[in-house]
């Protein structure tokens, strides 16, 4: 399975602000996706990050809060922008197996607060 | 609308005393079923995937099940370690996007 590490772990950021979140992927992969998980809710698809092509938002998402870049095939950043309180969040970008298999590995999240 | 329903929300055990979670999925076209463990402050964890109803999946004190409605993730004889949020996710359709359910927070009692 792939390692995946985020940076930052967690930060503390200002209301009005924006943070970007990096991932770094110890292989090549085709699709890297990124995940809000809010306290008590389940893991939300943000958007997919295909290299080369602009990411797929999903629906209640739009590029201009969350801009994401796809520079090659080992690495994507996401930004949280215009930042309130209610996107405090943990932050977390996963891959596809690449075996066949349709499960996906994930990284170890960041976990945003906004104040 | 596809949709993943786990329960129970929290569930504590006793040390060794075995269990199931319960992961109920509404949806079009099932691809393939996902079990994870997530710890606090952690990304989720692959376990298992299961493709197809009968299929049975075993990790030490862990197994799969999966019927044509629901899957179970039966814990024997559990282990403080084995506290965690266990989530359970379906891939549906020709996209390659799987959808989580909101996960069972386990307690293992020593």
Sequence with gaps: SAVISQKPSRDICQRGTSLTIQCQVDSQVTMMFWYRQQPGQSLTLIATANQGSEATYESGFVIDKFPISR????????????????????????????????????????????? | EDQVTQSPEALRLQEGESSSLNCSYTVSGLRGLFWYRQDPGKGPEF????????????????KATLTKKESFLHITAPKPEDSATYLCAVHAGRDDKIIFGKGTRLHILP
């Excluded at chain 1, 943990?90 to 607060?113: A, D, M």
């Excluded at chain 2, 376990?47 to 862990?62: D, M, P, V």
Aim: glycine content about 10%.
């Design chain 2, 47 to 62: 376990l298992f995937t299961l493709y197809s109803a009968g299929e049975e999946k075993e990790k030490e004190r862990l």
């Design chain 1, 71 to 115: 520079p090659n095939l080992t690495f994507s950043t996401l930004t949280v922008s215009n930042m309130s309180p209610e996107d405090s969040s943990i932050y977390l970008c996963s891959v596809s197996s690449g075996t066949g298999g349709l499960e996906q590995y994930f990284g170890p999240g960041t976990r945003l607060t906004v104040t």
